[in-house]
Nanobody, 118 residues
């Protein structure tokens, strides 16, 4: 059975760093993308970073230059290194697999909380 599991959240002070990890379990033969989203109470989930099936990584403007995403195809992981964290980065971070035209894997993890204090 396929699962998506996030880890690495926690509480840090402004300017600190955290590394989130997303691991996919299960037997998958096709190529898919992955994404990190975040959500605060009462708001919609916001896309933070994505890696396409071809390896292209994108970021939203507010985290570019501070966050670095990396994917390990063999380990089926998609990590998010977050540096120079700000209070506005506080959110629950979710990882998901992104389906493609030839790979219909579309699953969310349960999320991991990141709290940044000023």
């Amino acid at each position: 059975q396929m699962r998506v599991v996030e880890s690495g959240g926690g509480s840090v002070e402004s300017g600190g760093s955290l590394r989130l990890s997303c691991a996919v379990s299960g037997y998958i033969l096709c190529s898919y993308g992955m994404s990190w989203y975040r959500q605060t109470p009462g708001t919609q989930r916001e896309l933070v970073s994505s890696v396409a099936a071809d390896g292209t990584i994108t970021y939203i403007d507010s985290v570019r230059g501070r966050f670095t995403a990396s994917r390990d195809i063999a380990k089926k992981t998609f990590d998010l290194q977050m540096n120079d964290l700000k209070p506005e980065d506080t959110a629950r971070y979710f990882c998901k697999t992104d389906p493609t035209a030839t790979c219909r894997v579309d699953m969310w993890g349960q999320g991991t909380q990141v709290t940044v204090s000023s």
